[in-house]
């Protein structure tokens, strides 16, 4: 063995020391101290990067920036300053700009964060699916129960599919969307087929997320007479809901999503089965606020442009109503630009008309009846 390759195979045992010391610390919630060894692991990959063939060194790279995204919180770090000085030396060693190989370690926007607004449902889908599903251990050592999933429910345009897309990207996950009328078929056996198969795909992939959108499609309630075909379904996914649950994979998390949540057989609203019912409402003020600007971030807008007077418009608005006046708007003031040659702007004008030609898609009717749901949910669940 030559000195180089000596040189690696130590530094890959001391990564080893750092990491599983690490996973240690966090398992007794010495948090800091389990962030300072992912550091050092992060610094002996940095080293290997270093020694190993060309080929190989983006692997070891992106080891290390998959641990800082998993484990690191470098926002609130004042202590790291020996990392960036190591990857200031690797970028050289390594013949990257150090701005650019910089860039790769900086601390990614949580996914979640850039949903506006459900501060409350957010906090929720932390609780029940994200922190179990990061920190399995420390739910070990406390004998806390984890498994079963979320049923989000909700108006449409509300951001319940947006929602499921960022726990999986902030869990780096597999994501499996399901629109479950695809599922279904007219062929005897095979729709029950096909969710067999999705299971056990799922379950393949390591960490997952499974997403069934439109729920109330392949999970209705089930009739006594005339509909055996859909009575098979739903048994068969209760089924792989029970497996995923009594095996205790802690590595697959189901959501669903649905816009009649009284059409839902009960049988799915058990504990165990879907643990949680999160209801997903109409944005706020603040997150329709949140959501307009980022529509009109980086657009020319015009100096008469009043942020209060267009969150006042899309009052009773959807997440996607309030995104699709905003597009609107954009569309207006391109057209102007085309007619006229000159370069323009989006004014208020625009957004006016935007507002008259995008109308909310909500019924008070509909808002009322699934605020009723909620308050009738809650209360079961404040029971269980």
């Not at 990564?15 to 948090?31: D, I, M």
């Not at 850039?114 to 609780?127: F, Y």
């Not at 799915?268 to 089965?273: E, H, I, K, Q, Y």
């Amino acid at each position: 063995m030559n000195r180089k390759q000596d040189c690696i195979k130590q530094e890959q045992e001391t990564f080893l020391k750092f990491y599983r010391y690490a996973l240690e610390q966090f398992s007794l919630r010495n948090e800091e101290t389990g962030k300072r060894a992912i550091v050092c692991a992060v610094g002996t990959l940095l080293n290997i990067a270093r020694n190993v063939a060309f080929e190989l060194r983006p692997s070891f790279i992106d080891k290390a920036k998959q641990l800082l995204d998993r484990c690191v919180d470098l926002s609130d770090a004042s202590s790291y300053e020996t990392l960036f000085t190591n990857i200031e030396d690797t970028a050289m060693g390594l013949n990257i700009p150090i701005n650019e190989f910089s860039e790769m370690f900086k601390k990614k926007e949580n996914a979640m964060d850039r949903v506006a607004g459900l501060e409350d449902v957010k906090e929720e889908i932390r609780r029940q699916v994200v922190y179990p599903f990061m920190y399995p251990s420390l739910y070990k050592r406390y004998n806390k129960k984890t498994g079963g999933g979320i049923l989000l429910y909700g108006l449409p345009g509300t951001g319940k599919t947006m929602i499921a897309k960022a726990i999986a990207k902030d869990m780096q996950a597999s994501f499996f969307p399901i629109k479950c009328s695809d599922l279904l078929s007219k062929w005897f056996g095979e729709s029950e087929g096909n969710i067999k198969e999705l299971f056990d795909k799922a379950r393949q992939s390591g960490k997952a997320i499974i997403f069934f959108d439109e729920f109330e499609a392949i999970g209705m309630k089930r009739s006594g007479e005339g509909n055996e075909a859909m009575n098979r379904v739903v048994h068969e996914l209760l089924n792989q809901m029970d497996g995923f649950e009594e095996n205790g994979n802690h590595n697959l998390v189901i959501l669903a999503a649905t816009n009649r949540p009284w059409d839902v057989d009960t049988a799915f609203l058990r504990p165990g089965r879907f643990n949680r019912k999160i209801y997903v409402p109409l944005p706020s003020e603040e997150a329709r606020k949140k959501l307009i600007a980022l529509s009109f971030d980086g657009a020319p807008m015009g100096e008469d442009y009043c942020e209060e007077e267009v969150v006042r418009l899309t009052e009773n608005y959807s997440g996607a109503d309030t995104v699709e006046m905003c597009e609107c708007a954009k569309m207006f003031a391109i057209e102007r630009e085309i007619e006229t040659g000159k370069a323009g702007f989006i004014g208020m004008s625009d957004i006016e008309k935007a507002g008259k030609t995008v109308r909310t898609s909500i019924a008070e009717f509909d808002v009322k009846a699934m605020e009723n749901y909620m308050k009738a949910t809650n209360q079961m669940q404040e029971q269980e």
